[in-house]
């Protein structure tokens, strides 16, 4: 790091015009990652359900409805009156865009022609599969639901493609107006902490630039692997708020060396060997954090964990690179355009009188305020107890979404929308089953409470498929859960093994292997903290403290969550339909909060560490580390609240659910627990805060991180 800052110092211009060359480059190319965002991989490859998807469609093709027109007639009418209309333009459609299979009341089979009409008879539904060479694409794909319009008949459209490019398109949306909104009152406030222009638009710099850099790490991985389109929202706005948070510490203490008396060479290099130390060192924990998302066997997952990474190493490269040359470059000038510099100076001295006062206000009470703030934390968690997992639904929507629309027509109005359960029936040895299994799974399947009857889809090969439809209202309930598990049970008849998959049996498969992923996420989360803090403070306590704060932090982030969004208090201010929560999000949020709360200890603790070293008592360095960090690290909180908060101005209900848990998490943690909690048990623990066996000491003299 020495060696770093001497060369940003003396080529600070050279260091700038190649970063800012090689990110715009970057991000140019990344904006083709728009055209290449997955709304898929969501389920586990290789569980039950998914090897029954795919049985049937090496057998039968996609049975998934790309597209479902729903035609009413006008009032007064019935499906009869508007036949000829609908059954012309679906003619019309297939020649346009070619399509796998088109059904409606009229053409398919029954029973699964019921399924096709309203329970009133005035509407009817077109279940389309659309064909590998339809020439339809996402570019294109409004031109293809005008195409199904019938003039003069109500059409409206559901369907799962239909469904998730609304998803898709709606996050682009949400991205322009995140960033619209968060980069300028980001600038604002830093003018506000800094009392200067200059000063708050290096951050605010740094971290468009993380914006750009964030494209090209998405186009880059979209080569090798799937990528979410949720990926885009979450990896720039993390990136973005990273990279101010980062810039505000750097610029914060680049300021505090000048007002010390150093030139503006020297103070440059005195950062970097600080702050730019913690920023590297941050940037190292919240990448194992995020390291911990690897371990899940969904794409999607994987893929915000990866995305994630890059953006917080792009944060930090991009902070210890272009801001210290920024400042280099700058100097004194840092302060210009400050209405008052003695006023800026000021400000900074009584910030360090309010943490210091209330430092020690803390110190004098610590086991009160312990007890208290714990206790608090805990009964704020008691909802996570409750918790339980879902998917992401059309109710995520907006609810002016057309889209969702449809789909609730098709759920109120159609008695069956053919969920059920998919059961695979496949003869031994290449042999077609006989007839007698079938019969026996069909009849067992059909006895199963929550099942209406059992239908056959289709016979191909040595397979043949069944379907178990839900009776009314079982859909999305638990119920419809259980019924998997107990179809699973059956006995495989002689002759025939038997699978059972289906909507619901493949979002139950990935919640389970989410629940059994979580416990090695969070162990590597835990062990890489435990690891990187004892590497840099040489003590076996304040790491452990580290992890239990931040377990605490999340434990009222989840209970806070539950509470409003699967309880569903509140629920209505924020326009959101009660549901379980989304695993992804679920995840995501443990990565981010426990990143961050590991985080903010490191910035906490070091200036502690820095007085301890310097010979400062426990009272003393608890006293100077708050002081000085206590403004810095509230600021920085208050803008990643602002960044991230910008999640919650989405149309979709599950991205609010991240920009509340993320606001939540950042002020209990940031506030409550910072400021107030950690003070107080590094007063109640004393000098123990600093031991270490001497065997860890001797390995911590020669491998550790320094101070």
């Not at 190292?284 to 893929?303: E, T």
């Not at 430092?359 to 305020?369: D, S």
């Not at 999640?647 to 209990?668: D, H, P, Y």
Request: aromatic share 8%; charged share 15%; proline share 4%.
């Amino acid at each position: 790091m020495n060696s770093w800052a001497h060369i940003v110092v003396t080529r600070s211009r050279w260091v700038l015009t190649i970063v800012l060359l090689v990110v715009l480059a970057a991000g140019v190319w990344g904006v083709g990652v728009f055209g290449k965002l997955s709304s898929a991989g969501y389920y586990v490859e290789g569980s039950e359900a998914m090897k029954v998807q795919q049985i049937v469609y090496d057998n039968f093709g996609s049975q998934s409805a790309d597209i479902i027109a729903l035609y009413t007639a006008p009032d007064g009418g019935t499906i009869d009156d508007i036949r000829s209309d609908v059954e012309s333009t679906l003619a019309r459609f297939d020649e346009q865009w070619p399509s796998e299979s088109i059904s409606t009341y009229w053409t398919a089979p029954p029973p699964m022609n019921q399924m096709l009409v309203s329970a009133d008879r005035r509407s009817v539904a077109a279940s389309i599969v659309l064909g590998t060479g339809s020439g339809a694409t996402n570019a294109n794909f409004s031109s293809v639901l005008d195409s199904l319009e019938v003039p003069g008949v109500d059409s409206q459209f559901a369907g799962n493609t239909v469904v998730s490019l609304e998803f898709t398109h709606t996050l682009e949306r949400d991205l322009i107006k995140a960033e619209a909104v968060a980069i300028p009152v980001t600038l604002v406030l830093l003018v506000v902490i800094f009392g200067g222009v200059v000063a708050a638009a290096v951050p605010v710099f740094v971290g468009i630039l993380a914006i750009f850099s964030s494209l090209a790490t998405l186009r880059a991985l979209s080569t090798v692997t799937e990528v979410s389109s949720y990926a885009l929202n979450i990896t720039s706005l993390i990136g973005l708020g990273l990279a101010i948070d980062y810039g505000l510490f750097i610029v914060s203490r680049y300021r505090e060396e000048l007002r010390s008396g150093s030139d503006p060479r020297s103070a440059t290099v005195r950062t970097m060997l600080t702050a730019g130390r913690t920023v590297m060192f941050s940037a190292a924990l919240l990448i194992c954090a995020f390291a911990g998302m690897l371990v899940f066997p969904q794409a999607v997952l994987r893929s915000l964990g990866l995305g994630a990474m890059a953006s917080v190493f792009s944060a930090a490269v991009l902070s210890l690179t272009a801001v210290p040359a920024v400042l280099a470059i700058l100097g004194h000038r840092i302060d210009a355009w400050t209405w008052n510099r003695e006023a800026s100076a000021r400000s900074e001295e009584r910030a360090q009188r309010f943490w210091g006062g209330l430092v020690r206000k803390v110190v004098r009470r610590p086991v009160t305020i312990s007890v208290v703030i714990i206790a608090g934390l805990l009964l704020v968690a008691t909802p996570v107890l409750k918790a339980g997992f879902g998917e992401v639904e059309y109710t995520s929507l907006p609810s002016d979404s057309p889209a969702r629309a449809a789909t609730q027509k098709l759920v109120d109005d159609f008695p069956s929308t053919g969920n059920g359960a998919t059961i695979v029936v496949q003869g031994e040895d290449g042999q077609v089953p006989s007839t007698d299994a079938v019969r026996e799974v069909s009849r067992e399947a059909t006895a199963v409470a929550g099942i209406s009857q059992t239908v056959t889809v289709g016979q191909q090969n040595d397979v043949v498929v069944l379907q178990a439809l839900y009776e009314q209202g079982v859909d999305g309930t638990d119920r419809a859960g259980e019924i998997t598990g107990e179809l699973r049970a059956m006995t495989a008849p002689d002759g025939a093994d038997v699978l059972v998959g289906g909507s619901r049996a493949l979002v139950d498969d990935a919640n389970a292997a989410v629940t059994d992923a979580l416990p090695w996420m969070v162990a590597i989360m835990v062990v890489s903290t435990l690891i990187l803090l004892f590497l840099a403070f040489g003590s076996v306590a304040l790491p452990i403290k580290a992890v239990l704060m931040a377990g605490l932090s999340l434990a009222a982030t989840f209970g806070v969550l539950t509470w409003v969004f699967q309880l569903g208090h509140g629920a209505s201010w924020l326009d959101v339909t009660p549901s379980p929560m989304e695993p992804t999000f679920v995840v995501l949020i443990l990565a981010v909060v426990f990143g961050l709360s590991t985080d903010y200890e490191v910035f906490l603790m070091s200036r502690m560490v820095e007085a301890r070293a310097a010979g400062a008592t426990t009272d003393q360095a608890v006293e100077f580390g708050i002081a000085r960090t206590g403004r810095v690290v509230t600021a920085a909180a208050l803008l990643l609240i602002v960044v991230t908060g910008a999640f919650t101005i989405s149309g979709l209900s599950i991205m609010r659910f991240l920009g509340v848990g993320m606001i939540v998490a950042l002020v209990i943690d940031a506030t409550i627990v910072r400021m107030l909690l950690v003070p107080a048990l590094v007063k109640l623990m004393g000098e123990a805060n600093w031991w270490a066996p001497q065997w860890m000491k001797r390995v911590h003299e020669k491998v550790g991180l320094g101070h």
